[in-house]
């Protein structure tokens, strides 16, 4: 429950439509009363057959999986569709005829409703799930995204307004988990299934690189920790045991090298406050660093509950409800942004008002 959001404006509940990948989720947001309701499919297991994502197979299913959950993300909440204020869907970045459906469903649902409708970055999304716990930050604050596709430190001087400190000269940090899984021979979708074999690992056996933080600058580079990786595990015994330790030291080097580039960002802004975002954002051994690193240097660390690090419709109703509050609506045509510059969004307030 968040009643900070609430504001004199048209929106009342919001309902969030999240398609940008290969989960379909759906929530609504009330800025008055808070979530409300959400709920999420992912179709996971749909895409291991293939060893990743097939954005036809996505699509298709977000086609066959998106009004059932609207229904029932409606009746969770005890609403019916006329009793929404308005509608926010993922317009990007994401695959493109993933988007399409949940851009589609949503301002379709909007038009027949005669309520304003919202196209999200899936990023602003994720960068501001920590705002739909209890006892949320509040701007500046420096936010670590680390996602499947995204691994970037953004400053966020207001809501709407980021300027981007560092990004990946490669690979994301999720797609490092991933690619390092199945270089391991572990199933796609593999970062999590890591983590929890890292869990077993023994410390000190074998030890990574961490790329990047023995020189200046806010950027991070993952795919040489990756190859690395893969000499260690093809010179080794290949057992169960040494997969564990391998994947150990594999996340000690990830998580290392993020927190150094966390306090890095911290420092060289002045900003006290971080928030850390994206499915990367519910690994255990981060989330412990990052706590510990604050306490040790007075900074204070807010993350999204774990089923909110990963993509979910909770973060794009919150994101939507935001912008529709501050009266941004746009007109009815149906157009998504593959890619989308995140800086390039305009602020929720005016300058003047937020500086
Ligand atoms: O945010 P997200 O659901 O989707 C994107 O927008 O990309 O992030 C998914 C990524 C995957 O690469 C996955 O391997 C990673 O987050 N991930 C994790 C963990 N849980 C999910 N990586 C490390 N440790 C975890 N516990
Ligand atoms: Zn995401």
Known sequence: MNQSF?????????LGIETSCDETGVA?????RGLLAHTLYSQIRMHADYGGVVPELASRDHVRKLLPLVRETLGRAGLGVAD???????AGPGLVGALLVGATAARALAWALERPAIGVHHMEGHLLAPL????????????????????????VDAIGRYALLGDTLDD???????????LMGLPYPGGPALARLAEQGRPERFRFARPMTDRPGLDFSFSGLKTQVLLAWQASDRSEQTRADVARAFEEAIVETLVVKCRRALAQTGVRTLIVAGGVGANRRLREQLAAAGAQEGFRTYFPRLEFC???GAMIALAGALRLQAGQVESAQIRVR?????????PLEPAAATA
Request: negative net charge.
């Open 172 to 182: 994301a940090a999720g797609e490092a988990f991933d690619k390092t899984a199945k």
């Open 132 to 155: 739909l716990e209890a006892e949320p930050p509040a701007p500046p604050f420096v936010a670590l995204l680390v996602s499947g596709g995204h691994s970037m430190l953004i400053q």
């Open 338 to 346: 593959p890619r989308w510059d995140l800086a390039s969004l305009p």
């Open 310 to 312: 990963t993509d979910n």
């Open 6 to 14: 609430a504001k004199a404006g048209p929106a009342g509940p919001v």
């Open 84 to 90: 929404l204020g308005g509608v926010a869907y993922t």
């Open 28 to 32: 609504v947001f009330d800025p008055a």
